[in-house]
């Protein structure tokens, strides 16, 4: 953990793979010199079946592809891992397991939904989440501002280069793994695989996102068994319908001073004084963020 700033996995800007220096105009015509961020794709399998090609930023291969099968339902009934092989010159990742998996069914069913990136998850994607009800744990308002002051200040791609999402797993006040990629289903899945890899509790955790709360971000948060998932951007209808039949706490437009809870808000204590709290400058004609 970095003692200074308390995270477990923090983002690495100054990471040369991540971003590339691209030399262009600005609107007066003068050169500028922007990073970019670098898209490229990694082909993962389950044994020796190929699932997917997601376009990834490249880092944590491991994690991106333990937590994707693992948030599709495709590891249920196949036993322990043996191995995750990553062939850096291919872009692969191979998750082994000791017994047979239920992959060629979930293919089947593989449809597109609403996600950037790799937005793909499974027809039967609400398998298993019947009879899920979440932790009621606390929340602390006073903790919501302190994250979220904490995470808009960490140096990070977003801040470097903008283009992409970022998801941050919490406890209390305390931000501890900070993911970032193209696609937030990809950003989840990071954080899902190394929960799963390191066996770290979920009762006590905090999701919190840059993207839209819709209903695939809230099914994933529910199987992950996290009861808080926390947005500075919306909602969709649907989101909102699963994050209250799971029992998830739904806060999303969180922004300065402000947010909105749309599910779970019995289970908040509002402890924090908004005479302390900044309030974001508001942007007129700016949309909300994607």
Known sequence: ????????????????RLTRRVVGFDQTGAEVAQDVIEERPLTIYLNAQEIVTAMTIGDYPEYLALGFLRNQGMLEGAGAITRIEYDAELEVVVVRTDGPTNHEEKLKKKTRTSGCAVGTVFGDMMEGLEGVILPQAELRTSWLYELARKINTTPSLYLNAGAIHGTVLCKGDQPLVYMEDVGRHNAVDKIAGWMMQEQASSADKILYTTGRLTSEMVIKCAHMGIPALVSRSGFTAWGVELAQQVGLTLIGRMRGKRFQCLAGAERITWDADLAQIKDEPKKSGRKGSA
Do not use: N, R, V
């Not at 953990?1 to 040369?16: K, L």
């Open 1 to 16: 953990m970095d003692e200074q700033s308390g995270y477990i996995i923090a983002p690495d800007p100054s990471h040369t």
